[in-house]
């Protein structure tokens, strides 16, 4: 049973729109939430994270959000850039083990 | 270099066949983590290294997998009696400190296929 679940295997934006990427998770122990970019042929690059203590996370284009009680994460990308098309994966962290555990990830193709 | 690198790049084998994959992480890392891809999912965990020593290999799928890193540094993971099912591409990653997940590299994979 997936933990960690992205519904969107794929979305389409506008050059300069928002992107807005969603992640669902089964355990409300986990505590620590991680985006991960990858490129064809590339492994996973972090992208940002947040702490289940907060609820928004930013950094430049990038802002995470964390909504608890729905065990729901979103990426917010914007203004969304060609070079952001990629495939995005969310992990979360949870308790004293040190492995990561991602979603399916979702292909995000901005568009010119 | 200055990255984690993963050798080789591709890898075919025949059904029944032993592998080995190799990873050397980023100089001075102290935990290394193996993951495996297979095609439309995500990234699964497979074992975490703590210097020499495996600290978790709960994601292991069964006795024909093992990794070792002797020295603390390169690992190699290695698969018997190879089956079909085990195409994937395999991830490793390495992190300066345990538990330090913001940092933890990612390689490019090694692309197993068993025919």
């Known amino acids: 049973d997936q933990q960690v679940k992205q519904n969107s295997p794929s979305l389409s934006v506008q050059e300069g729109r928002i992107s807005i990427l969603n992640c669902d998770y089964t355990n409300s122990m986990f505590d620590y939430f991680l985006w991960y970019k990858k490129y064809p042929a590339e492994g996973p690059t972090f992208l940002i994270s947040?702490?289940?203590?907060?609820d928004k996370n930013e950094d430049g284009r990038f802002t995470v959000f964390l909504n608890k009680s729905a065990k729901h994460l979103s990426l917010h990308i914007v203004p969304s850039q060609p070079g952001d098309s990629a495939v995005y994966f969310c992990?979360?962290?949870?308790?004293?083990?040190?492995?990561?555990?991602f979603g399916t990830g979702t292909l995000l193709a901005v568009q010119p | 270099g200055a990255g984690v690198s993963q050798t080789p790049s591709n890898k075919v084998t025949e059904k029944g066949k032993y592998v080995e994959l190799r990873c050397d992480p980023i100089s001075g890392h102290t935990a290394l983590y193996w993951y495996r891809q297979s095609l439309g999912q995500g990234p699964e965990f497979l074992i975490y290294f703590q210097g020499t020593g495996a600290a978790d290999d709960s994601g292991l799928p069964n006795d024909r997998f093992f990794a070792v890193r002797p020295e603390g540094s390169v690992s190699t993971l290695k698969i018997q009696r190879t089956e079909r099912g085990d195409s994937a591409v395999y991830l490793c990653?390495?992190?300066?400190?345990?538990?330090?997940?913001?940092?933890?590299?990612f390689g490019p994979g090694t692309r197993l296929t068993v025919l």
């Open positions: 947040i702490s289940s203590i907060k």
């Open positions: 990653a390495s992190s300066l400190l345990a538990g330090d997940l913001n940092t933890q590299y």
């Open positions: 992990a979360v962290h949870g308790g004293a083990t040190n492995k990561l555990i």
